[in-house]
Structure formats: C-alpha cells, structure tokens
C-alpha cells in the first residue's frame, strides 16, 4: 500500500508540475467525436503496466522548429504555443489560462508554407501530451469537452495520410466512491477516470492510463493496451 501511496502522491505531483511549466513557457476537428476506421482495434487490459507518469507525457513543452523552415507570415509562435514537430510535420496550438491546450492544428512543411492536415477545437487537451505516433504518420489525442468537464475523456486517433479521425469506444475504467450528501448520509456510486494519460509503445500500439486524482492499493489505475486494426 505504502508503494500506491508514493505512487500517487508522484501522478499528482508531476501533473501539477507540468501544467506550471506550460504556463511559463485537411480534417474538421467535429470529427474527433465520431467512430471511424482506427477505432475496430483491440483492448488488452495490462494490470503489470506502467504507473509512472512521467512515462506518460512530456517536459518539452515547445520543440524546437528546424532553422532550415521559413513558418508563414500568419503562423505565430509564442510563449504559450504548444509546438511538437515529427520530421516535415508540425503541431501547434495555443494552451489557454486553466493550462490546457485549446486547439491543434496540424501540418505539413515544405518550401515556406504550410499545408493542413488536421484540426481540432472541439475540446482541451493537456499540455504536456505527446501528441504523434513513433512514425509520425497518426497522432493521439487525449481530450476533454473543455476545462470546466475533466471528468469525460475521450480518446481519438487521426490518421495524417488522410485526416480521418477515429473516437475510439474506451473500455471498463469507472471507480466506487462514496459520496456523503449534506445530511451526512452516504452512498455507493461510480466515478469515472478524473485524468486519462496515453502514450504511444509503438507505431501500431497505444496505451492509456485511467486512474482518480489520487488513489490507493484499492482504487489503482487501470491500464489498457490498444492495438491498432
């Protein structure tokens, strides 16, 4: 138990961390919210997973853009631009005050300009996600309709070579609470995952991590494995 403890305690740690450091530093995005043709893979529950979190995200924050590129004139880079770029491709997007990012766009460079391949505004997305496959050729977006709903995740993966976005239909991952009314009686209910961290393990296998804000030997994360069709 003392181990899930620690556990916990560095989850909760590294994401406060890391949403700090944010604030120091062609497809439509509607179909995010939609079935498509990445989302008939397969789930493999991995109760031996990674609980690390650090696994799960990023400290970079802005990669850096190749000095070769000339960025068109109306493409601004600031401060508070998420930047993540995978050999001719770039992601983007500015990370509003509750620290998450707000919007993406993705794109591919050549010769000074640049050429969408995906949007998305739909929802927010935390900062220090990564966002592409091993290969470039997808990314993963972990999302939330807005800042104010972080306990409704979904995951969607989008194809660059065509801009199909596939929602994917997420497995068992609900936890027991007991909630306490005013009168102070309590009730058993259901909570859903209050964060959703992914990662790529390889360009044809993602995997998500769901877990309570903090949790204990009895209310650990789940952790599942999903193989792309």
């Known amino acids: 138990m003392q181990r899930k403890k620690i556990l916990a305690l560095s989850l909760v740690l590294a994401l ?10 062609g497809g439509g995005g509607g179909a995010a919210a939609q079935p498509g043709p990445q989302s008939t893979g397969t789930w493999t529950e991995q109760p031996d997973g990674s609980t690390d979190p650090m696994e799960y995200m990023t400290t970079t924050l802005q990669d850096e853009i190749p000095a070769e590129w000339t960025l068109p004139e109306d493409v601004t880079i600031g401060s508070q631009t998420r930047v ?8 983007y997007g500015e990370v509003g005050e509750s620290g998450f990012v707000e919007n993406i766009t993705v794109a591919q460079y050549a010769d000074g300009a640049l050429n969408t391949l995906y949007s998305f505004d739909d929802g927010v997305m935390r900062s220090y996600q990564r966002f592409f496959s091993p290969d470039g050729s997808k990314i993963v977006l972990a999302w939330a309709p807005s800042a104010e709903e972080t306990d409704s995740w979904n995951v969607t993966l989008v194809d660059l070579a065509t801009g199909e976005a596939s929602k994917l239909d997420l497995p068992e991952m609900t936890f027991p609470v007991t909630v306490t009314g005013e009168n102070g009686e309590t009730s058993e209910e259901t909570m859903a995952p209050q964060l959703l961290l992914v990662k790529w393990q390889d360009d044809q296998n993602l995997v998500v991590l769901g877990s ?15 193989t792309l069709p």
């Open 84 to 91: 993540e770029v995978k050999g001719d491709k770039i992601l």
């Open 212 to 226: 309570l804000e903090t949790y204990t030997s009895t209310q650990g994360p789940y952790i599942w494995l999903y």
């Open 16 to 25: 406060a961390l890391a949403l700090c450091a944010c604030g120091e530093s």
